[in-house]
């Protein structure tokens, strides 16, 4: 299900490609598991259409695309650039030699597994539990330069995670995977992926693959600073449609919000794209509320 966030990411997409002439993409990223609900795609779909956004082509689905993501993981096992680790996440939260850091989106990997299975089946006939595959790092950073952010330093967190315990892909390796074969050049999303994308460039290394440049949006906050989410009030778009809000006012709201329009706009996707400058979005986190005053 769409919200505000989700919606304001795919409007700045879609104005940074089409006033560029290039192509928008839409992928389906639906190999979460439990957090895949039925009918989420047809929803998500339908929203997008309501408030006046298209793409390019036909969706991908990262569902169809399993054995690309496994023959991925395999190449890189037999390259010996990456392992079985059987882990807990609390054997790994035990293990820490530090704590966590603002900047980390995970408790770094303490190397535990490393060496230390000669393969997946040797994991799991030791410990009788499915190993997931991590990556082996080793450096402390990769530096980037952010289309919107400018330099980034690239600090990374050790050995991450390719492939789930269940045999699925994990998200770096997927989007790695499928950015390379769409021919994406230019990813934006937000500053919350900040952490992913040395690990992704580390892969795209390792693959031989060319890899995009980055564009990293501040999110949407809360009045607390924290993430716009639930606690701060219902922020789907099937909310506010079943309320009466119109797919202007929401846009126009969006487009207020992220500097490209003034308060109590009212607009079509369209409308933004004449005068539209990535430089006009802010910089800083944007605080917005769960329920806006829409105007009238």
């Not at 991925?72 to 059987?86: H, I, N, S, W």
């Not at 060496?115 to 790092?137: L, Q």
Request: hydrophobic share 40%; glycine share 10%; charged share 30%.
């Amino acid at each position: 299900m769409l919200h505000l966030g989700n919606a304001r990411s795919f409007l700045l997409n879609w104005l940074w490609v089409r006033s560029a002439g290039g192509s928008l993409l839409l992928r389906i990223e639906d190999i979460d598991g439990p957090r895949v609900k039925s009918g989420a795609e047809a929803r998500a779909i339908e929203d997008l259409l309501w408030l006046g956004l298209d793409w390019d082509g036909e969706p991908v689905r990262q569902s169809d695309r399993l054995a690309l993501y496994a023959a991925r993981v395999d190449e890189l096992l037999a390259r010996g650039l990456a392992y079985p680790c059987t882990c807990s996440r609390k054997e790994i939260d035990d293990a820490a030699s530090a704590p966590h850091e603002p900047w980390q989106d995970a408790t770094p990997y303490p190397g535990t597994c490393r060496g230390r299975y000669r393969d997946r089946d040797d994991a799991r006939a030791r410990t009788g539990r499915e190993p997931a595959v991590r990556f082996r790092v080793d450096v402390d950073a990769v530096p980037f330069d952010d289309v919107f952010r400018g330099a980034d330093p690239g600090r990374i967190a050790g050995d991450f995670v390719i492939e789930k315990r269940d045999r699925g892909p994990a998200y770096q390796l997927a989007v790695v995977v499928d950015d390379a074969a769409q021919g994406v050049d230019l990813v934006v999303r937000g500053d919350d992926l900040v952490a992913s994308t040395p690990r992704q460039l580390l892969l795209y290394r390792a693959l031989d693959l060319r890899p995009p440049r980055f564009a990293h949006l501040p999110l949407l906050v809360g009045a607390d600073g924290l993430r716009l989410a639930k606690r701060h009030g219902d922020t789907s778009l099937r909310h506010f449609r079943d309320a009466g809000v119109s797919a202007e006012q929401i846009v126009g709201h969006l487009a207020a919000i992220s500097g490209l329009r003034g308060p109590g706009a009212r607009c079509r996707p369209a409308d933004l794209l004449a005068d539209f400058d990535p430089v006009r979005i802010p910089r800083a986190p944007v605080v917005a509320t769960g329920d806006p005053d829409w105007p009238g």
